[in-house]
Nanobody
């Protein structure tokens, strides 16, 4: 069974950092690009960052220069390093494979 499992969410103060982790089934890792999405309460889900099979990354304007997406082939894991977090970054963050497969999400809360 193909799985994506996120972890790393939590409570952080404004200006703080978190790194989200998405462990992907080894059978699909090399063949898929991955995205991180987020959904804040009462809002639509939105794309935060994407990384291709070859490791090329792209970001939504509202996280550019603050977030960094990466992938580790040996660990079949996708990361989202988030810096200078702000209250508006509070959301459930989801890992997604090629727009098709989804993890269960991990909650990030930014509050003082």
């Amino acid at each position: 069974q193909v799985q994506l499992e996120e972890s790393g969410g939590g409570l952080v103060q404004p200006g703080g950092s978190l790194t989200l982790t998405c462990v992907v089934s080894e059978s699909i890792f090399d063949n898929y690009g991955f995205n991180w999405h987020r959904q804040a309460p009462g809002k639509q889900r939105e794309v935060v960052a994407s990384i291709t099979v070859d490791g090329y990354s792209s970001y939504a304007p509202f996280v550019k220069d603050r977030f960094d997406i990466s992938r580790d082939k040996a660990k079949h894991t996708v990361y989202l390093k988030m810096n200078n977090l702000q209250p508006e970054d509070t959301a459930v963050y989801y890992c997604n494979a090629a727009g098709v497969l989804w993890g269960q999400g991990t909650l990030v809360t930014v509050s003082s």
